[in-house]
């Protein structure tokens, strides 16, 4: 297809379609106050606009949300044009919605509320949720330009492929098999290879609770919306921390589970291919619990029987049960679970919101009788070399053919270089070796913990940042090697929420020299404009430990915000 010189009209048309399909009665009818008179549009901002029965549905989460309609006590049609409402009003305060397809929800929603009174039984564990998804995954009916102007009314970017609008993802599938009401599709950069959320057909997707920041990326769009809880749950993907990111910058738990748990089979990507860093899918929600229900339910779908990656790994309630066992001899004199703490990655001085986050996490599990140790594992630096090797393999070619489709222009977050270097396979293979000699030094590291726990095991869990800094300010991102070293791994993490940053407590120590704080602190932070900033952190556990890192980051997000209150 030739590029097209009117892509910034494209553009512009795409993005004019994705409001009209609003409803009327769901448009604001004001402009919006600009984000340096109200920064935050979450809980009384955007209640204002909704009834207290749509904010008791929209704010409880999806484990109390399934309970309802699982039983019959709230009719999916209710539910599915609360969260309508709410994402609408989302989309219009900080444009995170790529796809807007609320009338076939709804139709959904009837067809469910129908069997339920046929049947006086549910679909699925998720019948009559609503789920939100990012613009990868494909839905019937519904288009998907993964942030591209060259692939507006293509199936990703071929003209006449009659897969458009028809097929749908491995994912979508199940999920509909689950009971859940698909009905919206979130912003994404165009590459997906950004910590921003920035493309030609939506503009720029801001964060929430500080409109002058970024809500993180790639599975931005995702995060904005749960944090305005125009949805109880929904699904990123994360080659580099695009699930953990958006996360932590939204105030959310999220999950960037091993490869091979979650099915890809069917989902747009970019580099698809590639497979030394895989990307996942991984959930993003208020709660931790959601996460878990979420997961669990994917897995019920037997995936390793529709995706040839997926491995068949059902849920393993014994794990969770011994996880829950250790965490019952907290404070008793027995042997608990023992952590790791890694403040400084070697690659980004982080901010102080994120260094009070790190202290914070600390002091709950000091509090908790966990063993703490400081985490001193093979460079990071290493890791995050390996990370951008991986990640320009290709030279750009896959970013320039699709930029190319419309002659677009790249936006300046897109980690991406331009006309790199392609790499030969004999290339490609060395790469290879030296990240599983990475992943193994790493492995045995871990390993080695056991001789510091006192537990007898080597470490449960590594609690690190996310990034050097909290929700960023535009166009200053740093570096993704505070979650890229993960994906290096394939290690299982969670993102947790601690706190959020204040103007008035986040400043430079008292009686602390520059020396002394070279080591970890960065001084280009801006305590004004970083006040409010949510400030999330990661928990990592071993490859594969999904249901164990999960049970820990519900308990421990749950003491956390109790030692805040």
Same mark, same amino acid.
């Given at each position: 297809?030739?590029?097209?010189?009117?892509?910034?009209?494209?553009?512009?048309?795409?993005?004019?379609?994705?409001?009209?399909?609003?409803?009327?009665?769901?448009?604001?009818?004001?402009?919006?106050?600009?984000?340096?008179?109200?920064?935050?549009?979450?809980?009384?901002?955007?209640?204002?606009?909704?009834?207290?029965?749509?904010?008791?549905?929209?704010?409880?989460?999806?484990?109390?949300?399934?309970?309802?309609?699982?039983?019959?006590?709230?009719?999916?049609?209710?539910?599915?044009?609360?969260?309508?409402?709410?994402?609408?009003?989302?989309?219009?305060?900080?444009?995170?919605?790529?796809?807007?397809?609320?009338?076939?929800?709804?139709?959904?929603?009837?067809?469910?509320?129908?069997?339920?009174?046929?049947?006086?039984?549910?679909?699925?564990?998720?019948?009559?949720?609503?789920?939100?998804?990012?613009?990868?995954?494909?839905?019937?009916?519904?288009?998907?330009t993964m942030g591209y102007v060259g692939w507006i009314n293509t199936f990703q970017g071929k003209s006449n492929d009659s897969r458009r609008t028809v097929?749908?993802?491995?994912?979508?599938?199940?999920?509909?098999?689950?009971?859940?009401?698909?009905?919206?599709?979130?912003?994404?950069?165009?590459?997906?290879?950004?910590?921003?959320?920035?493309?030609?057909?939506?503009?720029?997707?801001?964060?929430?609770?500080?409109?002058?920041?970024?809500?993180?990326?790639?599975?931005?769009?995702?995060?904005?919306?749960?944090?305005?809880?125009?949805?109880?749950?929904?699904?990123?993907?994360?080659?580099g921390g695009s699930v953990r990111i958006p996360a932590g910058f939204n105030n959310l738990y999220g999950l960037r589970p091993s490869a091979g748990r979650?099915?890809?089979?069917?989902?747009?990507?970019?580099?698809?291919?590639?497979?030394?860093?895989?990307?996942?899918?991984?959930?993003?929600?208020?709660?931790?619990?959601?996460?878990?229900?979420?997961?669990?339910?994917?897995?019920?779908?037997?995936?390793?029987?529709?995706?040839?990656?997926?491995?068949?790994?059902?849920?393993?309630?014994?794990?969770?049960?011994?996880?829950?066992?250790?965490?019952?001899?907290?404070?008793?004199?027995?042997?608990?679970?023992?952590?790791?703490?890694?403040?400084?990655?070697?690659?980004?001085?982080?901010?102080?919101?994120?260094?009070?986050? =790190?202290?914070?996490?600390?002091?709950?599990?000091?509090?908790?009788?966990?063993?703490?140790?400081?985490?001193?594992?093979?460079?990071?630096?290493?890791?995050?070399?390996?990370?951008?090797?991986?990640?320009?393999?290709?030279?750009?070619?896959?970013?320039?053919?699709?930029?190319?489709?419309?002659?677009?222009?790249?936006?300046?977050?897109?980690?991406?270089?331009?006309?790199?270097?392609?790499?030969?396979?004999?290339?490609?293979?060395?790469?290879?070796?030296?990240?599983?000699?990475?992943?193994?030094?790493? =492995?045995?590291?871990?390993?080695?913990?056991?001789?510091?726990?006192?537990?007898?095991?080597?470490?449960?869990?590594?609690?690190?940042?996310?990034?050097?800094?909290?929700?960023?300010?535009?166009?200053?991102?740093?570096?993704?090697?505070?979650?890229?070293?993960?994906?290096?791994?394939?290690?299982?993490?969670?993102?947790?929420?601690?706190?959020?940053?204040?103007?008035?407590?986040?400043?430079?120590?008292?009686?602390?020299?520059?020396?002394?704080?070279?080591?970890?602190?960065?001084?280009?932070?801006?305590?004004?404009?970083?006040?409010?900033?949510?400030?999330?952190?990661?928990?990592?556990?071993?490859?594969?430990?999904?249901?164990?890192?999960?049970?820990?980051?519900?308990?421990?997000?749950?003491?956390?915000?109790?030692?805040?209150n």
């Amino acid at each position: 297809m030739a590029a097209d010189p009117n892509w910034r009209s494209r553009g512009a048309a795409k993005r004019q379609a994705t409001l009209d399909t609003i409803p009327e009665k769901w448009r604001l009818q004001d402009p919006v106050p600009p984000a340096t008179e109200v920064p935050n549009v979450t809980g009384a901002y955007i209640q204002q606009y909704l009834s207290k029965r749509e904010i008791e549905i929209t704010e409880s989460d999806a484990v109390d949300i399934a309970a309802q309609t699982t039983s019959g006590t709230w009719s999916a049609v209710e539910v599915t044009e609360a969260f309508c409402h709410r994402a609408a009003l989302a989309h219009q305060l900080v444009s995170c919605l790529h796809e807007i397809f609320f009338d076939a929800a709804i139709e959904d929603a009837k067809k469910l509320d129908a069997y339920f009174a046929e049947h006086k039984a549910p679909i699925g564990p998720l019948h009559g949720l609503p789920v939100s998804l990012k613009d990868q995954f494909h839905v019937k009916g519904v288009e998907t330009t993964m942030g591209y102007v060259g692939w507006i009314n293509t199936f990703q970017g071929k003209s006449n492929d009659s897969r458009r609008t028809v097929q749908e993802s491995e994912l979508t599938r199940e999920l509909r098999n689950l009971g859940a009401v698909l009905y919206c599709k979130t912003s994404v950069p165009a590459t997906l290879m950004a910590g921003e959320t920035v493309n030609n057909i939506i503009g720029y997707t801001w964060n929430p609770t500080n409109r002058l920041l970024s809500c993180g990326g790639s599975s931005g769009g995702e995060g904005a919306l749960i944090a305005l809880r125009g949805s109880p749950g929904g699904f990123g993907t994360d080659i580099g921390g695009s699930v953990r990111i958006p996360a932590g910058f939204n105030n959310l738990y999220g999950l960037r589970p091993s490869a091979g748990r979650i099915p890809y089979e069917g989902a747009a990507n970019s580099m698809d291919g590639q497979n030394s860093i895989l990307s996942v899918i991984g959930p993003l929600a208020p709660t931790a619990r959601s996460l878990t229900f979420l997961f669990k339910a994917v897995l019920s779908q037997e995936p390793w029987y529709h995706d040839p990656l997926v491995l068949e790994l059902p849920w393993r309630d014994e794990i969770v049960q011994e996880t829950c066992s250790l965490i019952k001899r907290a404070g008793t004199g027995v042997p608990s679970l023992a952590f790791g703490l890694m403040n400084y990655n070697g690659v980004g001085r982080i901010h102080p919101p994120i260094a009070r986050g =790190m202290k914070l996490v600390e002091q709950t599990l000091r509090r908790l009788g966990h063993k703490v140790i400081t985490w001193y594992p093979p460079s990071h630096a290493t890791a995050h070399e390996l990370a951008n090797q991986i990640y320009g393999m290709d030279g750009g070619v896959d970013m320039m053919h699709h930029f190319g489709l419309s002659g677009e222009k790249k936006a300046p977050q897109v980690l991406l270089l331009e006309e790199g270097i392609e790499l030969k396979a004999s290339s490609i293979a060395d790469i290879n070796i030296v990240k599983r000699e990475y992943q193994k030094r790493y =492995m045995d590291y871990w390993n080695s913990t056991v001789e510091l726990t006192g537990t007898g095991r080597p470490v449960d869990g590594v609690f690190c940042p996310l990034a050097s800094h909290a929700a960023v300010i535009p166009g200053q991102y740093g570096n993704v090697g505070y979650t890229s070293f993960v994906n290096v791994l394939d290690y299982t993490s969670v993102a947790i929420p601690v706190t959020f940053a204040d103007k008035d407590v986040d400043v430079r120590p008292a009686n602390k020299s520059a020396a002394e704080l070279e080591d970890y602190i960065e001084w280009d932070y801006d305590a004004k404009t970083y006040d409010g900033a949510p400030v999330g952190v990661q928990l990592m556990g071993r490859r594969l430990q999904e249901e164990k890192i999960l049970t820990i980051a519900e308990y421990i997000g749950k003491e956390i915000a109790q030692d805040l209150n």
